[in-house]
């Protein structure tokens, strides 16, 4: 997706990043955030899953260790074994480590959300405000309240369940003016491309589409901030049935929002109108997802497996990919929603020697509200391993601090990551990811 002669638009993650929900109350004292000292409390700030996965296994059997696994299975994808691990020790933690204890809850929270059951969820987070979350930053106090407030808008909302009855291989195709993967989908008798996001933290919708789809949108309304700082109202609305080939999957929670909240800007009063994305929850149901550089979606427990691929995490509703840059581990977003991959300051700061002789340039992203320019470096070439294959990236975005999770990861990884392969697959049931064969490269005619 690009802006004319500045670089990708990278909307969906940054539009769903930055939920700014109206508070129903006044947010946590604002006194400085506890520092994890080091060990595994650092590893956890520090998104090292890796090596908190080593220090968990070699711990015995403790509250202590009860804490750092349930914290990891939350990351890992086990939301069973989380809510298990952290119910037990977080009354424990609420009266001998508020620090800890705000994590466990924020992160129990998150697992209840992830198992749709919004009403434990609000549970969780109302133990965590007022007592625990000013142990976090502001960033992260800001998040739980947006989270919370969309909880709150889901009380009592059943939960997304999936059956399959067949295989599921849906043609796609490239949108020609956004670049993004889409396939058609027929919901309620109305057929229309959907775009198809891993970056989405909820399915999306248009405001006027959900008229056309015939939805009941919800009386509770919230707010979402867009990438320039408007603010943009927001609905819910629950879809009772969505067939996705030989998956039908029930009550799929849509985010609603105004029409120019999703009208893209491509160019000088120009802009494209986005009506639809598919989001990871719906995926998440499908347990397996491949695409193909021939234009197919492939999904569901019968479809390629990749367990052998390189680890995937979670943070919150978004999938973390394991990555190695000069022999170290570091994990990036991973969006088939934005077209360029994009790496944040903790990036430049962790590998200072690429940046030797680069200066500045402009740079822009689109998303709800318009454009945000800015300056950034430029990376001429960046080399990544991902399990066993070996991945190499072309002018990469370098960007400023940008207020979002994206600042605490190494940044963001989009399609140009992987339209050089001929599929790649995001193992949901086994959080793994994989990278299928390489296209042959084409020549460049003299």
């Given at each position: 997706?690009?802006?004319?002669?500045?670089?990708?638009?990278?909307?969906?993650?940054?539009?769903?990043?930055?939920?700014?929900?109206?508070?129903?109350?006044?947010?946590?004292?604002?006194k400085?955030?506890?520092?994890?000292?080091s060990?595994?409390d650092?590893?956890?700030?520090?998104?090292?899953?890796?090596?908190?996965?080593?220090a968990?296994?070699?711990?015995?059997?403790?509250?202590?260790?009860?804490?750092?696994?349930?914290?990891?299975?939350?990351?890992?994808?086990?939301?069973?074994?989380?809510?298990?691990?952290l119910?037990?020790?977080?009354?424990?933690?609420?009266?001998?480590?508020?620090?800890?204890?705000?994590?466990?809850?924020r992160?129990?929270?998150?697992?209840?959300?992830?198992?749709?059951?919004?009403?434990?969820?609000?549970?969780?987070?109302?133990?965590?405000?007022?007592?625990?979350a000013?142990?976090?930053d502001?960033?992260?106090?800001?998040s739980a309240?947006?989270?919370y407030?969309?909880?709150?808008?889901?009380?009592?909302?059943?939960?997304?369940?999936?059956?399959?009855?067949?295989?599921?291989?849906?043609?796609?195709?490239?949108?020609?003016?956004?670049?993004?993967?889409?396939?058609?989908?027929?919901?309620n008798?109305?057929?229309?491309?959907?775009?198809?996001?891993?970056?989405a933290n909820?399915s999306?919708?248009?405001?006027?589409?959900?008229?056309?789809?015939?939805?009941k949108?919800?009386k509770?309304?919230?707010?979402?901030?867009?990438?320039?700082g408007?603010?943009?109202?927001?609905?819910?609305?629950?879809l009772?049935?969505?067939k996705?080939?030989?998956?039908?999957?029930r009550?799929?929670?849509?985010?609603?929002l105004?029409?120019?909240?999703?009208?893209?800007?491509?160019?000088?009063?120009?802009?494209y109108?986005i009506?639809?994305?598919?989001g990871?929850?719906?995926?998440?149901?499908?347990?397996?997802?491949?695409?193909?550089?021939?234009?197919?979606?492939?999904?569901?427990?019968?479809s390629?497996?990749?367990?052998?691929?390189?680890?995937?995490?979670?943070?919150?509703?978004?999938?973390?990919?394991?990555?190695s840059?000069?022999n170290?581990?570091?994990?990036?977003s991973f969006?088939?929603?934005?077209?360029?991959t994009?790496?944040?300051?903790?990036y430049?700061?962790?590998?200072?020697?690429?940046?030797?002789?680069?200066t500045?340039k402009?740079?822009?992203m689109?998303?709800?509200?318009?454009?945000r320019?800015?300056?950034?470096?430029?990376?001429?070439?960046?080399?990544l391993?991902?399990?066993?294959d070996?991945?190499?990236?072309?002018?990469?975005?370098?960007?400023?601090?940008?207020?979002t999770?994206?600042?605490?990861?190494?940044?963001?990884?989009?399609?140009?990551?992987v339209?050089?392969?001929?599929?790649?697959?995001?193992?949901?049931?086994?959080?793994?990811?994989?990278?299928?064969?390489?296209?042959?490269?084409?020549?460049k005619?003299?």
């Amino acid at each position: 997706m690009r802006l004319r002669k500045v670089a990708s638009l990278y909307f969906t993650v940054l539009l769903l990043a930055t939920l700014s929900f109206v508070p129903a109350h006044a947010a946590a004292a604002q006194k400085s955030a506890a520092q994890p000292s080091s060990g595994p409390d650092l590893f956890i700030k520090d998104f090292d899953y890796s090596r908190l996965a080593q220090a968990v296994a070699a711990m015995p059997p403790s509250p202590d260790r009860d804490y750092f696994a349930g914290v990891l299975a939350n990351r890992d994808g086990h939301i069973d074994d989380s809510i298990r691990l952290l119910t037990k020790v977080i009354p424990q933690l609420e009266s001998s480590n508020p620090a800890r204890a705000a994590i466990a809850l924020r992160s129990l929270a998150d697992d209840y959300t992830k198992g749709f059951r919004y009403n434990d969820a609000i549970h969780a987070y109302r133990q965590l405000f007022p007592r625990f979350a000013s142990q976090f930053d502001k960033q992260e106090r800001k998040s739980a309240t947006d989270d919370y407030q969309l909880a709150v808008l889901l009380r009592n909302w059943p939960p997304q369940t999936v059956s399959f009855d067949g295989d599921i291989d849906l043609a796609t195709q490239r949108n020609p003016v956004l670049g993004t993967i889409e396939t058609s989908l027929t919901v309620n008798g109305v057929t229309a491309p959907w775009i198809l996001d891993t970056g989405a933290n909820v399915s999306t919708i248009s405001a006027s589409f959900a008229r056309k789809l015939g939805l009941k949108l919800s009386k509770g309304s919230a707010k979402v901030d867009g990438i320039t700082g408007a603010a943009n109202p927001l609905h819910v609305a629950l879809l009772p049935e969505l067939k996705v080939g030989g998956a039908t999957v029930r009550d799929v929670l849509l985010l609603v929002l105004d029409d120019d909240s999703l009208s893209i800007p491509t160019g000088k009063n120009q802009h494209y109108q986005i009506n639809a994305i598919l989001g990871f929850p719906v995926f998440q149901a499908l347990q397996r997802i491949t695409f193909t550089a021939d234009g197919h979606f492939l999904a569901g427990p019968g479809s390629p497996s990749s367990a052998n691929g390189a680890r995937l995490y979670m943070y919150q509703l978004t999938p973390l990919l394991q990555c190695s840059v000069e022999n170290r581990t570091v994990l990036f977003s991973f969006d088939t929603g934005a077209g360029s991959t994009i790496f944040s300051q903790r990036y430049r700061a962790d590998f200072p020697d690429q940046f030797k002789g680069l200066t500045k340039k402009p740079f822009g992203m689109g998303g709800a509200g318009g454009v945000r320019r800015m300056d950034a470096y430029f990376l001429p070439q960046v080399q990544l391993g991902i399990g066993d294959d070996h991945a190499v990236l072309h002018k990469v975005a370098v960007v400023p601090t940008m207020g979002t999770h994206l600042d605490k990861l190494y940044g963001n990884l989009g399609r140009d990551l992987v339209d050089p392969y001929r599929s790649y697959t995001i193992d949901i049931a086994n959080m793994r990811f994989k990278l299928g064969e390489k296209l042959p490269a084409i020549s460049k005619a003299k």
